[in-house]
Each structure stands twice: as structure tokens, then as C-alpha cells.
């Protein structure tokens, strides 16, 4: 079954420290691979997409991630974390065929203390 | 710059009630989403619509129904509500790429 697991629920890191949120996924080919971030009360955001290619990822706010096929993890990093990047993070995976759902994780909380 | 609108931010709503969500996506995009979100279970798939007039069940369909008469515009519609679904309920449209541009999230309490 195609799926999208987030290990961690909830994450504190203090600020100016570096943060990896962990994503693994099952899928049966390759995958798009995703990851959003909701501030409260907001709409989701993209931070950065993998298609295909160079499987380091820059994304928006100083975000990357990394595709590991062997892995099937797409983990996302940032060398030093801000308040304001204190949110839910969501990874998600969809097919290469245009315009199907993505399956999305249960996503990760960040809190960041100062 | 690219927009998914939704048509209440907070609505409370009693049990019973008919009930409305309303989706306005202005980038011609074919294929549009209802998800509702609750803590712990991230985002299920309600319904999706890929034309006017089409759509599809997603994983959770039972007690909702949709409507897609314009291709801009993608309706979410609980017949009975229910207070099992006061939830936070977020619209999405669909690039050919696939990514997915969502709206602000309609945050339903029924009472």
C-alpha cells in the first residue's frame, strides 16, 4: 500500500540550531515527493518538490531535502532554524501521472525555543 | 500570483444543518481536492473532481457530497452535519506537475 510515514510528531529545536524532519515513504514507482509547511490557522505552503534529477532539493526559507532511493526517505534540513519556522510540516509523495492526489504524512510539529 | 480562495474561515454549525464549503481556484487548473484535516491523521482525501461534472470518492467520502459546476469552483456539501465533522476542512487545486496549491482552510465546528 502506498504510504507516507513522519517518525517524529512533534520536534523541539532551539533557535540558530540546525533541524532534520524525517519522511519515508512506500510507494510502487518513482514518486513526486513533497514537503509543506502550515503555520497556524493558515493554508498549506510547498517548501520544495523532487521530480526527478539532482536529489538534493533546494526549497523556500533556506529548506532542502534530500532523495534516497535506497531509503525511500526524502528528509528535510535546515542549517539553523528561525522562530518564525516554528509550524507543521508535512511531507507528501504523488505519482508521475498529471493530476493525482497526494498521499500525505501525518506531519511533524515544530516548536522552537530561544 | 496563483490563488485557492475559500469562501469562510470559521463556520459553526449545528447539528443536522446542510452545510456548504466553498472552493474558487483561479489558475484553470482541471483537477480539484477536499481534504479535512484533524490532528494526529494529517490530511484524508474526501473527494476529488478532475472536470466538471466528474468526481471521485477519495478515502473518506461517507457523509459528504460535492458538486463541480464551473471548472473554477469546487463545492463541498455535508447534507446532514454531524458533530463529527467539525474538522478543519482544505481546498486544493492541481498543477499539470502535480503540485498542489491549497486554500486558507475553512475551520468547521458543529455543535
Known amino acids: 500500500a502506498q504510504s507516507v510515514t513522519q517518525p517524529d510528531i512533534h520536534i523541539t529545536v532551539s533557535e540558530g540550531a540546525s533541524l532534520e524532519l524525517r519522511c519515508n515513504y512506500s510507494?510502487?514507482?518513482?514518486?513526486?515527493l513533497f514537503w509543506y509547511v502550515q503555520s497556524p490557522g493558515q493554508g498549506l505552503q510547498l517548501l520544495l518538490k523532487?521530480?526527478?534529477?539532482?536529489?538534493l532539493v533546494q526549497g523556500i526559507k533556506g529548506f532542502e531535502a534530500e532523495f534516497k532511493r535506497s531509503q525511500s526517505s526524502f528528509n528535510l534540513r535546515k542549517p539553523s532554524v528561525h522562530w518564525s519556522d516554528a509550524a507543521e510540516y508535512f511531507c507528501?509523495?504523488?505519482?508521475?501521472?498529471?493530476?493525482?492526489?497526494?498521499?500525505f504524512g501525518k506531519g511533524t510539529t515544530l516548536s522552537v525555543s530561544s | 500570483d496563483v490563488k485557492v480562495t475559500q469562501s469562510s474561515r470559521y463556520l459553526v454549525k449545528r447539528t443536522g444543518e446542510k452545510v456548504f464549503l466553498e472552493c474558487v481556484q483561479d489558475?484553470?487548473?482541471?483537477?480539484m481536492f477536499w481534504y479535512r484535516q484533524d490532528p494526529g491523521l494529517g490530511l484524508r482525501l474526501i473527494y476529488f473532481?478532475?472536470?466538471?461534472?466528474?468526481?471521485e470518492k477519495g478515502d473518506i467520502p461517507e457523509g459528504y457530497s460535492v458538486s463541480r459546476e464551473k471548472k473554477e469552483r469546487f463545492s463541498l456539501i455535508l447534507e446532514s452535519a454531524s458533530t463529527n465533522q467539525t474538522s478543519m476542512y482544505l481546498c486544493?487545486?492541481?498543477?499539470?506537475?502535480?503540485?498542489?496549491?491549497f486554500g486558507p482552510g475553512t475551520r468547521l465546528t458543529v455543535l
Open positions: 507528501a509523495v504523488g505519482a508521475h501521472q498529471a493530476g493525482t492526489a497526494l498521499i
Open positions: 510507494y510502487g514507482a518513482t514518486p513526486y
Open positions: 523532487y521530480f526527478s534529477g539532482d536529489t
Open positions: 489558475m484553470d487548473h482541471e483537477n
Open positions: 473532481s478532475y472536470d466538471v461534472k466528474m468526481k
Open positions: 486544493a487545486s492541481i498543477r499539470e506537475d502535480n503540485e498542489q496549491f
